[in-house]
């Protein structure tokens, strides 16, 4: 008797029957009514803030600028000019950034005046010096000039009083500039949020470590914990566990005190190794979710004593796709920034592909001169591209036939904060 194996299932490629796969939109729409922050609220100074999360608005409490000032170097007087040629009497001193002139500047005559000086009293307008000749008693310049040219009004930029920066913003350089020129320093900001990465599986060996025949390097726990600390989290390395279900017990156990939220990759499908959904599921509080998305196998999704737990494909490729579709706006609530929408890009594809409807899909990607390209091989396990990708390629859930030059959709890795 000769042993076949079994013949190909007629439904191989179809999506299981009965089964409610849930659309992306879907199970993010459920993150998002579900979670809320978790991180406590601290006040840190200004020089602290870079990258830390608002707990409030934050309103000037100063207007910038705090007085009428100049734009530029040049002299400064009451009024426009007229079209044609002036004279005009110069008045002794100057008006520096810091140093102001006290005294006042009578109608028809100009005072000297440097880039950030207060206005004088009498003085409304500035001309540029490289307008004027000036032997030190008098100006000699040519209109018309309007009135107010080259002067800043107070607080045109920002009014005392206003909301500068609202809550769950996470700060940038360049609000910390907006902060400081506004008068404020201390800020409510909450603490960062921590997020515990965990391995599992019994073939993997860290980075460094020696591997036998039959084991692999464990790519997921560098990716996640660089990909945590580019998103402005704090990542925390769990380190590996074996597929052995106390071994797991205990590292969750362990992290439950000291983290925010877990994401764990390997273990998360139904298989006899799969002891993270199992745990998981004895724990109560476990939803295997089966997300109509490739790359992708069902997420399981769960709390370890009042922490959730994202339980990621073992797979590097859906690792990370599900990580950043799925697991960085339920990160962003947790940490109290809000609920945010990547922001993507129609672009030209430099690609053609066929869709099968009933799941999104995501492609590694990549902006070529003008054009969107796709890695060549869609295979889950290719890490390569990953690292060659620059971003990802959305397609709709529905069928669809894409040919080049077609809009399609495009999301830099930055814009899932990457
Ligand atoms: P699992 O979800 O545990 O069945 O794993 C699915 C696939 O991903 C298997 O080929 C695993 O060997 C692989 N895998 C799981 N975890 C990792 C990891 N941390 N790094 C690289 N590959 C992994
Ligand atoms: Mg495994």
Redesign the pocket.
């Known amino acids: 008797m000769t042993l076949k194996p079994p013949p190909l299932r007629n439904d191989c490629f179809a999506l299981p029957a009965g089964v409610h796969w849930t659309p992306v939109d879907e199970a993010l729409a459920l993150l998002r009514d579900r979670l809320h922050p978790v991180t406590a609220v601290e006040t840190v100074a200004l020089v602290d803030a870079l990258d830390r999360v608002l707990a409030k608005d934050v309103i000037a409490q100063r207007s910038n600028p705090p007085l009428p000032n100049s734009a530029v170097d040049g002299y400064g007087f009451a009024g426009g000019l007229s079209d044609g040629e002036h004279l005009i009497p110069l008045m002794e001193g100057r008006a520096a950034a810091g140093l102001a002139f006290e005294g006042e500047v009578p109608p028809g005559h100009a005072i000297r005046i440097l880039t950030g000086a207060s206005l004088p009293k009498g003085v409304d307008t500035v001309i540029l010096q490289e307008d004027v000749t000036t032997d030190g008693t008098a100006i000699a310049c040519r209109g018309p000039l309007r009135q107010g040219a080259n002067a800043r009004k107070a607080g045109e930029d920002v009014a005392a009083g206003e909301v500068i920066l609202s809550a769950r913003r996470r700060l940038t350089p360049a609000d910390l500039a907006l902060v400081s020129a506004t008068g404020g320093n201390a800020l409510e900001v909450r603490k960062p949020l921590r997020v515990g990465i965990l391995?599992?599986?019994d073939?993997?060996v860290g980075a460094g470590e020696e591997a036998k025949s039959g084991q692999?390097?464990?790519?997921?726990?560098p990716m996640l914990l660089a990909m945590s600390a580019r998103m402005g989290y704090v990542p925390v390395d769990l380190g590996?566990v074996m597929d052995d279900r106390e071994l797991l017990r205990k590292c969750l156990d362990e992290a439950a005190d000291k983290v925010d939220v877990i994401l764990t990759?390997?273990?998360?499908?139904a298989?006899d190794?799969?002891h993270m959904s199992a745990l998981l599921c004895e724990s109560g509080a476990m939803q295997e979710w089966r997300i109509a998305i490739k790359p992708g196998?069902p997420l399981a999704l769960g709390m370890w004593q009042g922490v959730p737990v994202f339980g990621l494909?073992?797979?590097?490729v859906a690792?990370l796709i599900c990580s950043l579709v799925f697991a960085r706006p339920a990160m962003d609530l947790l940490a109290g920034r809000g609920w945010h929408v990547p922001q993507g890009f129609q672009v030209p594809a430099g690609f053609s592909k066929l869709m099968k409807p009933g799941r999104r899909e995501y492609l590694r990607a990549r902006m070529r001169g003008g054009r969107v390209e796709v890695f060549k091989s869609d295979g889950s396990?290719r890490i390569s591209g990953l690292s060659w990708a620059e971003g990802l390629v959305e397609l709709g859930d529905g069928a669809a036939e894409i040919a080049e030059g077609d809009p399609v959709m495009y999301f830099p890795y930055a814009s899932f904060g990457m």
Do not use: Q, Y
């Not at 692999?216 to 726990?221: G, P, Q, S, V």
């Not at 990759?265 to 499908?269: D, E, I, L, M």
């Open positions: 391995s599992t599986g073939e993997l692999i390097f464990d790519a997921n726990r590996r990759s390997g273990g998360a499908s298989g190794e799969d196998r494909p073992g797979n590097p690792a396990g």
